[in-house]
């Protein structure tokens, strides 16, 4: 189950990673998957557990792959 903070009418979302360095995630992330997210840390301490989907423009279909590559990774 992936925890996310549903937007209230925004273009993104922000997926609760579990206390990982949101940094090191998106970095390993971007590396296996080639799915980009925004670390948490980018906006403080309070969401570093946290990482930012930015979904404004991206079709269907890519937004559900790269979904589907995050939940697979974040099953490892």
Do not use: H, Q
Request: aromatic share 10%; charged share 20%.
């Amino acid at each position: 189950k992936i925890d996310w903070i549903r937007p209230d009418g925004g273009l993104f979302c922000m997926i609760n990673i579990k206390n990982n360095n949101s940094l090191d995630f998106c970095l390993e992330l971007v590396r296996k998957t080639g799915v980009l997210l925004i670390p948490g840390s980018s906006f403080g301490t309070a969401t570093e557990s946290w990482v930012r989907l930015s979904f404004g423009s991206t079709p269907r279909a890519i937004l559900t792959n790269g979904l589907e590559r995050l939940k697979a990774f974040l099953e490892v």
